[in-house]
């Protein structure tokens, strides 16, 4: 019988059931971590040849010393190893350092204080707004949260972010741009149609520099075979805003989060302004780590090969969450979730008014999960019910144990509700 | 006889001999750079190292998987070195990239956007006056170029700006603060006094929120010996100004410029908002390469001991740089320069508006020089007389070639100018 359809009577003896069954899950002292995507051990063990290999020559194949100053834009087998995995002509890329959350943060703040391509510098505006669409990456939105953007939230559909609201949206000249991780979103693993990215291309905005930032963080970690992903630079040429998208990539999970390299590509036309700004910040990001990181991952075969391997790791990760889901969860009517193809998150809806104390209960009888609310902008879930459940960091009998902990704390929740 | 002294006729037969020179001069094909402050390859290779050593345990000592994500602030090692090495309390402490110039413009970035201490962001100020002393660093006075300010030059002295001079105008409250490069400054190698640090520290500014950008870059790069500093933190809580200094530092110099590690130190009472703007930005700066470089540098007698071993690459360097002006230039009236005891330049101040048409006469006989100007604000050199040498990446047997040109070029550029 469905829990939502149980009288008053059964939903108390249902919940002494799972009291008793949450009671001697407190007493197993689980401890285990299911809030942040991080990679696990065995998987960064298998890259350890960046760190343990001989650095061999120190020069790059144009002849650039890697340990000196000097060359902004990333060293040309860098750009031309990151072209090649990406479909992204190398004349576009900026190589950075270790993190694609500070080319963002970076280009964000370039965007706020200077402006770019001519236009007005986004601090002098009375209101900037930025589509938010959600649930998303919570350190998205902490960037346009610091700078004091009233966020949009668009809601997600299996296809994308819903772009009837996204152009009705985009409309309003205040609106000056949207958060996109187009492949194995972040929380939902919901990959973007190529009618989504051609939309985002050609769309009406009101802001002359309206700026898609294109995060994909996740555009080779398949786990299930490739997903294609429409070129969004063609199809903001296509649609005649070539200027419009900025794209962001990492290693961080295809080596190191600590230690990888990161990468930000942009139209011709705005490039070498960026660069030059670029060139006030750095002389030059670490270019050694550019050449252990690509002397690693060769070209596109070897990455992929690579990625193949380390899909190993995390398909029965995803496995057991999906099927402890299904077999727990399914059918009850007690919560929803996409079933995604690659990334690093799935995304459980539970019944409204639910997540925050599911996250509780989870906590109390020693599972992190990422707090309810933080895949929305401030924080605010309107309703309560999004989780995100990050399956890459614990073993795979650890997850088994804590997703069962998460669906029992997901009954609990909804009959607590229910008796309420 | 004295250049200067010499008659109309006397001149004319001096030009003629020293156009022959520096026409046999133009024949030898020289190709040398002494624009930059690079480190030479020989010295890189000193370092080597860092780059071939196996990694060994990825685990920093309190447990930390280095090539995962956290740890925003840098690993406890890394903090405990730099203090230990600099003499700062860890706790002021941030580890960041391979880029202390990056750690200074994105401060810059957040007194601009934001404001720090619950003053006001510099942005809503209708002007901003920053201090540089000049001659000074090129890309400390672009960073402050870029954000619009003021930039006002100060005079230097023998030991440090002119403090006279900067007390008077950091009394005005547009005048947000100073660039500070204290020991063995770029580019004239000037080290500041006890004094002048302590002025620094207690002196009344306007601003409340005065800072000192105070970039040690040279902070251990002695040539002849130690020369000491005062802790400029102390001078500032002395001053009862503790929150005034914003402390610089990086490794680019000690193994890498283009692979170290850099820090920024900060007052206690602002480290924390810092550190949690500065989380919003990125998650972690690259803690491998933490790992590599203070395994490598290890503790203060180690790396004191490597930075002596690097004066020796550096030291006949500047002997000759400094031997060749002395017996050029000595006594003849055409030039003034300080003589460093550290860092990595030399300056040399030539007759008024000859710097300029020194520089060309170098690049038109092969020796590209920094550009006339860059040292000061605005690449403005006031009188056209301020030349900055970077004696570090070419050979003695070139920089000995090279300065023979730079003074000849020094000599004929001051004979067109009293032949004019």
Known sequence: MRICEMDRKELIAL??????????FRQRGLKLDMSRGKPGPDQLDACSAVLDAPF?????????????????EGLPEAKRYFGELLGIDPRRIIVGGNASLTLMYDMMMRLY??????????????????????????????ITEELGFEMIPVRMTSSGPDMDEVERLAADPAVKGIWCVPLYSNPQGICYS??????????????PDFKIFWDNAYGVHHLYGETPLYDIFRACEEGGNPERAYYFFSTSKITFPGGGVSIFATGYGEHAEIAKRLG?????????????TIRFLKDKPTTMAHM????????????????TLERELGGTGLATWEKPRGGYFVAVDVLPGCAKRVVELAAEAGVKLTPAGATYPLHRDPEDRNLRIAPSYPSVAELAAAMELFCLAVKLAAVEKLLN
């Not at 919940?15 to 001697?24: M, T």
């Not at 006030?280 to 252990?292: C, G, P, V």
């Not at 193949?308 to 099927?323: G, N, Q, Y």
């Open 15 to 24: 919940k002494e059931r799972l009291d008793a069954a949450y009671r001697s």
């Open 56 to 72: 061999g020559d120190v020069r790059a194949e144009d002849g650039t010393d890697a340990r000196n100053y000097g060359v902004l």
């Open 113 to 142: 204080v200077f402006g770019v391509g001519g236009n007005a510098p986004w601090r002098s505006f009375p209101k900037v707004k930025f589509l938010c669409p959600s649930p998303g990456y919570d350190r998205h939105f902490a």
């Open 194 to 207: 190529d009618d989504t990215v051609k939309r985002l291309g050609k769309m009406k905005c009101g802001a």
């Open 280 to 292: 006030i910040q750095t002389i030059s990001y670490d270019k050694l780590n550019q050449l252990r």
């Open 308 to 323: 193949a391997k380390m899909a190993e790791f995390l398909r029965p990760k995803f496995d057991t969450v999906l099927s």
